[in-house]
């Protein structure tokens, strides 16, 4: 019932999307382009009024609020000092060392640290938490299911900006789980957009990103060419497009675009750039066949893709980026760390490798992360023809700069 709800909608959004006005910015040929600053820590009020979110009904943000103070609890306590002593502790009694490399596997590290109750029951509830964050936003969303869907149906043919939808897109098997424990994912539940975005901004990332602030900041800190030319800008794997809108916020004068493989996402991420009045636009497609033509942005952004895709889909990607970019044009890359970067690189201790196949396999269901985390991408990038450089740090995440030569 919900794939043809889906293909129902997509086959009328993009039936009448070609008779949509869309606005697009027209790409300016000279001098350095217009690049505004904006303090994630400082945003106006009108900025706030136009970044928030809320549920119709205060019962959904109660439950989140209890979400994110049971977080930070376990947080708190995961991360305290006798918590630190008691895996050091317990795996000494084992004859292992907490702070050394290990030769074991990351299933068998996983293993052995669950044989731990006091790490296993942590495990056990962060998992749980997690799942009563979903199922809050889920539940409280689909009670406005009518009135959504015939939101989403009104906005994918307005502007500003245009929505290009696929529904014959064929969505790899890869794209299809649960992410994040998310129910549907980011392709099987038509509001899947509304969920995600409302459960992470008010569960997960509870005032630290209640006006997009941690995009904001991404996106701030993300390079441009040397030129100072940025007319058209792509954020691939856009989601929701809290990446994407910041970027027009910006670079107003650009054109922009979000690229995703999820229909439920970028649909509702038009939705919320409409209601912001950004001039934004989205195609629904795969990042290694954005259907863009060569050379022809100057800058293409991802925030936290690349651990999500699987590494034979990367190979793919990494040369469509070189290609769609314009000689001088800049890949910024923002993402957790893989081998190869050269400030930090991931753990190989018995709780590190834990942690990577918790991440995998039982918490967070991120297929790829472990695959992704143990790859050289810094050195893919230069594979594919890029010049790779590495900025300073601005978060717990990193950037990687991919610049094509000129």
Not at 231 to 246: A, E, K, M, V
Not at 271 to 288: I, P, Q, S, T, W
Request: some cysteine.
């Amino acid at each position: 019932m919900v794939d043809m709800e889906r293909r129902t909608a997509l086959a009328t959004a993009s039936a009448a999307i070609a008779a949509a006005t869309t606005g697009s910015a027209a790409a300016k040929t000279s001098g350095p382009s217009r690049d505004v600053k904006i303090d994630p820590n400082n945003l106006t009020d009108a900025q706030k009024k136009m970044l928030g979110i809320r549920f119709r009904k205060l019962d959904p943000e109660s439950h989140l609020d209890f979400v994110t103070g049971f977080r930070r609890v376990l947080g708190r306590q995961g991360g305290s000092r006798a918590s630190a002593e008691e895996v050091q502790r317990y795996l000494k009694s084992k004859g292992v060392s907490a702070g050394q490399d290990t030769d074991l596997s990351h299933e068998d590290s996983w293993n052995l640290m669950v044989q731990n109750g006091p790490y296993a029951a942590q495990l056990r509830l962060m998992c749980s938490i997690q799942s009563v964050m979903w199922d809050r936003a889920s539940r409280a969303l689909h009670a406005d299911r009518h009135d959504l869907l015939a939101a989403l149906e009104k906005s994918d043919v307005s502007g500003p900006g245009k929505l290009e939808l696929d529904p014959d897109l064929e969505i790899p098997d890869t794209a299809r789980h649960e992410i994040h424990q998310q129910p549907g994912g980011y392709c099987g539940d038509p509001l899947g957009g509304f969920v995600y975005h409302h459960a992470v901004t008010q569960g997960f990332r509870a005032g630290t990103a209640d006006h997009d602030e941690n995009h904001i900041e991404y996106t701030q800190a993300h390079a441009k060419p040397t030129d100072g030319m940025v007319n058209r800008i792509l954020d691939i794997g856009c989601g929701t497009g809290q990446s994407t809108t910041p970027m027009k916020m910006r670079f107003p004068d650009a054109e922009v675009w979000g690229l995703e493989v999820g229909a439920p996402m970028i649909r509702y991420a038009h939705y919320r750039a409409a209601k912001m009045g950004l001039d934004v636009n989205f195609r629904h497609a795969l990042a290694e066949n954005t259907k863009f033509p060569d050379n022809h942005f100057d800058l293409v952004t991802d925030h936290l893709l690349f651990h999500e895709v699987a590494p034979d889909r990367i190979a793919m990607i990494v040369p469509e980026i070189f290609r769609i970019l314009r000689p001088g044009g800049v890949f910024s890359h923002h993402d957790l760390l893989t081998e190869g970067h050269p400030t930090i690189q991931p753990s190989h201790t018995v709780p590190g490798k834990a942690r990577l196949w918790e991440t995998r396999r039982h918490n967070n269901y991120e297929t790829h992360y472990l695959a992704y985390s143990q790859s050289d991408f810094p050195e893919q990038l230069r594979k594919a023809g890029f010049e790779v450089s590495f900025p300073p740090p601005t978060t717990g995440t990193r950037h990687v700069t991919a610049t094509k030569p000129a």
